[in-house]
């Protein structure tokens, strides 16, 4: 069992959690990701680490309560235990003196882009950072990520804060030379932030939360067609350069379980949205 | 016994067909006492036993057998357990027929002993009686010993190890211990409760056993030796699925046979939504590939309620690498063979779900490198199959990881980490291998074959390296 440190809501729907995880904690780097399994009957869900506390021995995640599983989680306090949590697994992402780098980041992947940008920042990369969130009450890690990024930027979809949209990026483009960008998000905003850096040939890492099962190269679910090759998320990514990845196919096989996702978290509103199981 | 009656072999019952696929229950149930007696009655006793050299472990066949036609099966059991430790599963998966059975002298004038349904029977009697922890017996000096990976290999070279004494570390990636005997190998063939029973066997003996560590991530095996680890075994078998590369094979729908056999059998997918992980199985189910495994996730889509499900093959019949007995299974309850057929092309709907499968016909060439005819394709052949779900069960290779992460393990092209035959020791001092990640996916005997003189070795090595000689 592993137990939760601290909990907390940072966004409507968006939990920051920290778990100790002594042996896990200093092996850990940004690009990283965890696997949890909240109890017997549960789902193996990879979150991407948002960071370490070396002294405490801690690993901390964030996640957005949209199914079953995650509505579930949401309700566990400080001070309980999650049966599983594993990691880290995946590669670490790409970390030295790039010169000038792009960084987005939207909704609740702010809070391991920010675990990310402060490796950046200890390489002395001058960082842009596009902080998104759907409207101005979603806004998640805005402060920290403001205080490593020597340009800041936010943006809503809904216009309510800062720029409406990802548009715009194109703009900061078109005007500065970057060296390097990373975004993470939802795989349709990889996709929007990789059709804008692809014309200036722009290396973009992107950190692909494919559907996976074990996390460990076993099942091939989150295979991902990358420079036309099938690669597996979990093993040779998470991390990939966006200029190469097939995002339409990973958006469809994103999609597969939708409709048994959907009747999961359905039946598990009807039931009060509550199954604390044995 | 007359001579007519020890030519017969004593069958033993099976679920029957109409009701168990639609069930998870074991399929084999067993020997009753009397029919273990009738049939441990029927063995020779061979002087010079040739049964126990086709065992990879060597177990003393006779002598088990002897102790079951005496009426003293927790003796059996106990002659079982000085050579293998997980008899109950071997009992239920080894290939006999093609290892000690195919060896007995009784095989020559009629059928031959049924080892492995003796070999099942004593060690669920001693399970259900009740599993006495033996003594450790601590010789010599005493080391602190890794193992990597917890299926067949790792938890034979546990136990070996922990009964001499030394202290055992056993990481496992996955939440529960066991590997492909808890992943892979369905309920019904290999009942779940059988193999947490060993582990806990293993557990009760002192192994500390630690899921949730993937080794080669969270530690490397040279930061395990600077942890103080003495040696390390690697049995982290072959667990990374291939693929065919044709159109379509990222289609939703199209499972590796690990994924597709993960979800069912490790995360319970049938039982969605009480359990969290989905998995879909349509009308009609495709698996590509002819072993066991293919068997096994043929099996499982019948019993989850697939109306029509197809085994496709590249070749014949007789050329199945899965154990005939399995084979057998599978065409009793339904399924469907595909032989000399071939997937080419997969097709999906617009919600990128897969919804049919093209396919070639073969015949059979000149022998390969196997020395099996090869398969050729019949040009213009191509036919059309309507499926909704596809497994792909060719075959594994070994996970790269810790091959990728440790420097001085030497490897061989198919990623399989180069170990001596004999001793199990790789090319890096200390590290011992064994297994599928040597061997490539083989069987759980033959893991446990490996681990068996890797326990050996190991001991050795500390002996050498704690008394200086």
Request: hydrophobic share 40%; proline share 4%; charged share 25%.
């Amino acid at each position: 069992m592993f137990k939760i440190v601290s909990k907390e809501e940072i966004a409507p729907n968006i939990h920051l959690i920290e778990i100790a995880a002594p042996d896990m904690a200093p092996k850990s780097h940004p690009g990283q990701f965890v696997i949890i399994r909240i109890d017997d009957k549960g789902e193996r869900v990879p979150l991407t680490i948002a960071g370490v506390d070396l002294q405490k021995g801690t690993v901390s995640t964030a996640f957005h309560a949209v199914g079953k599983t995650t509505k579930e989680f949401a309700k566990y306090k400080a001070g309980e235990s999650i049966m599983d949590f594993s990691g880290p697994l995946g590669n670490p992402a790409e970390v030295e003196n790039f010169g000038k780098v792009l960084l987005v980041g939207a909704g609740v992947w702010c809070a391991p882009l920010h675990y990310t940008a402060t490796a950046l920042k200890k390489n002395n990369n001058k960082l842009v950072v596009v902080c998104a969130g759907r409207t101005k009450n979603d806004m998640v890690y805005e402060n920290q990520l403001k205080a490593v990024a020597d340009e800041f930027h936010v943006a809503t979809d809904d216009g309510s804060k800062g720029n409406q949209g990802l548009d715009f990026i194109a703009d900061i483009l078109k005007a500065q030379k970057f060296d390097h960008a990373i975004v993470m998000g939802p795989v349709s905003t990889l996709k929007k932030v990789v059709e804008m850096t692809k014309p200036y040939n722009l290396k973009t890492m992107v950190t692909l939360a494919s559907l996976m099962v074990d996390g460990t190269g076993m099942c091939g679910a989150c295979r991902v067609t990358v420079g036309g090759e099938m690669k597996f998320a979990c093993m040779d990514g998470p991390e990939f350069n966006g200029l190469d990845v097939d995002f339409d196919e990973l958006i469809s096989r994103q999609r597969v379980y939708l409709p048994e996702e959907r009747m999961a978290s359905m039946i598990y509103e009807k039931l009060g949205g509550s199954v604390k199981r044995g | 016994m007359d001579r007519e009656q020890r030519k017969q072999e004593t069958p033993m019952a099976k679920q029957d067909v109409v009701d168990r696929i639609h069930n998870f229950y074991e399929v084999a149930l067993g020997y009753t006492e009397e029919q273990a007696q009738r049939e441990a009655t029927r063995c020779l006793q061979c002087p010079n036993p040739r049964c126990v050299q086709g065992c990879p472990v060597n177990i003393d066949i006779p002598a088990f057998i002897k102790e079951i036609k005496e009426g003293n099966y927790r003796a059996s059991a106990a002659k079982l357990k000085e050579f293998n430790s997980l008899p109950a599963v071997c009992g239920r998966v080894c290939p006999q027929e093609n290892q000690c059975q195919e060896q007995c002298v009784l095989g020559k004038m009629g059928d031959p002993i049924s080892i492995g349904r003796l070999e099942r029977f004593a060690a669920d009697w001693e399970r259900n009686a009740g599993v006495e922890i033996p003594e450790k017996q601590v010789e010599g000096a005493t080391g602190k010993v890794a193992i990597v990976g917890s299926g067949p290999a790792g938890l034979t070279v546990a136990a070996d190890l922990i009964k001499q004494g030394h202290e055992v570390v056993m990481f496992e990636s996955l939440h529960y211990a066991g590997g492909v005997l808890m992943y892979g190998i369905p309920q019904f063939r290999l009942p779940k409760e059988i193999v947490q029973a060993e582990i806990d066997y293993i557990k009760k003996l002192g192994v500390d056993v630690k899921t949730n560590y993937t080794i080669g991530r969270i530690f490397t095996i040279d930061e395990l030796f600077a942890d103080g680890y003495d040696a390390i075994f690697i049995g982290s078998g072959a667990g990374l699925p291939n693929f065919m590369g044709i159109e379509g094979e990222n289609l939703g729908g199209v499972y590796s046979a690990n994924e597709y056999l993960i979800r069912i059998n490790l995360m319970k997918g049938y039982l969605f939504p009480e359990y969290d992980t989905p998995i879909r199985i349509g009308k009609n189910v495709a698996v590509i590939g002819g072993g066991n495994v293919a068997m096994d996730a043929a099996r499982c889509s019948l019993r989850l309620g697939a109306e029509k499900v197809y085994i496709v093959y590249r070749r014949a019949r007789e050329q199945l690498p899965a154990r005939e007995e399995e084979a057998e299974n599978a065409e009793e309850e339904g399924i469907i063979f595909n032989l000399l057929t071939n997937p080419v092309k997969f097709t999906g709907d617009e919600s990128g779900w897969v919804n049919g499968m093209e396919c070639i016909k073969m015949e059979l060439g000149e022998p390969d490198a196997s020395g099996r005819r090869r398969p050729v394709a019949i040009e213009g052949s191509n036919f059309m199959m309507d499926v909704d779900t596809v497994v792909i069960a060719i075959g594994q290779t070994p996970n790269p990881l810790i091959q990728r992460t440790t420097d001085g393990l030497e490897t061989t092209k198919w990623g399989t980490i180069v170990a001596d035959d004999e001793t199990a020791a790789t090319s890096k001092e200390g590290v011992y291998a064994g297994g599928d990640v040597v061997s490539g996916a083989a069987t759980v005997i033959s893991a446990m074959g490996a681990g068996r003189k890797a326990a050996k070795s190991i001991h050795e090595y500390i002996q050498k390296k704690k008394t200086g000689q």
